[in-house]
């Protein structure tokens, strides 16, 4: 089976509107990419107990979760003692990841033109950022060597990857999840939407025949999304059906033999691939 994909967005500056995310638009286009789709996202603030019970649910979901931000080794950096939490497991020093962040710390003496220190205070607590839940695999980081970390879940195919909540660092990592770890769902159940503009209708009027559709089109949902000041079709209600793409057509001409049978003002047509 196709697995099911989650988000999960860590981080107060989301919330308070000081960071706007990007990376809600940018996993649904990787994941389309590769005829994947997004079931849901979290967004969730810098509270341990919180973030605690997200992950909790995540790993108890057998879904595929992606978990952007929070990895550092900073006060507000609470996420790697949270999976740890939400596992019961304990916190260790990934030997993989601890040779990673050593090598990163060589590279910037070098870059800087001073001696590595790999005693100094500060670089004794960079290691932290290689803590994991005990059992953790690394994810390569190609921007900066610090590696993110995956864990398997309650349930057989499920796993949560956690990545920096940096967009340069967290997108190719979660490519390279998707890559290495998911390439055998790839284009498994392509998914199709076909959605036309309808001028003038209520939605109540239309509901009767929304549910006709799906009791008829098994495995097709049909969706509605009403606007009342769009700049360029004004009040309207865009209508369709998605689902699987040797499904949709038919649902597809049903819908619009309905519309013509009734009547209604019916503008562009949009078609999308999922």
Not at 88 to 97: I, K, Q
Not at 171 to 199: C, G, K
Request: with cysteine.
């Amino acid at each position: 089976m196709t697995p099911t994909f989650g988000l999960i967005i860590v981080g107060d500056e989301i919330l308070s509107g000081k960071r706007a995310d990007k990376h809600l638009a940018r996993v649904i286009e990787l994941l389309s990419a590769r005829g994947l789709s997004l079931a849901y996202a979290d967004y969730v603030g810098d509270d341990p107990d919180r973030i605690t019970a997200t992950l909790q649910r995540a790993f108890a979901s057998g879904d595929v979760v992606f978990s952007c931000g929070g990895i550092g080794a900073t006060p507000d950096d609470h996420t790697r003692q949270c999976a740890a939490r939400a596992l019961g497991r304990e916190l260790v020093l990934h030997p993989a990841a601890e040779a990673l962040i050593r090598e990163r710390m060589q590279d910037v003496a070098r870059e800087q033109g001073v001696a590595y220190e790999p005693d100094r205070a500060d670089n004794v607590h960079r290691l932290n950022m290689g803590v994991f839940p005990s059992g953790a695999r690394i994810i390569p980081n190609p921007y900066n060597k610090i590696p993110g970390f995956s864990c398997d879940g309650s349930r057989a195919g499920g796993a949560v990857h956690f990545v920096p909540g940096f967009p340069v660092m967290a997108w190719p990592m979660i490519e390279w999840v998707l890559d290495q770890h998911y390439a055998a769902s790839f284009n498994r159940a392509p998914q199709t939407e076909h959605s036309v503009i309808v001028f003038g209708a209520m939605e109540a009027a239309l509901t009767p025949l929304m549910e006709r559709i799906e009791k008829t089109h098994a495995g097709v949902r049909v969706f509605s999304l009403p606007s009342v000041d769009h700049p360029q079709y004004g009040r309207h209600i865009e209508l369709g059906v998605k689902g699987p793409a040797q499904s949709v057509p038919a649902a597809w001409a049903d819908l619009q033999q309905a519309l013509h049978e009734v009547g209604a003002e019916c503008g562009p047509e949009l078609v999308r691939n999922l």
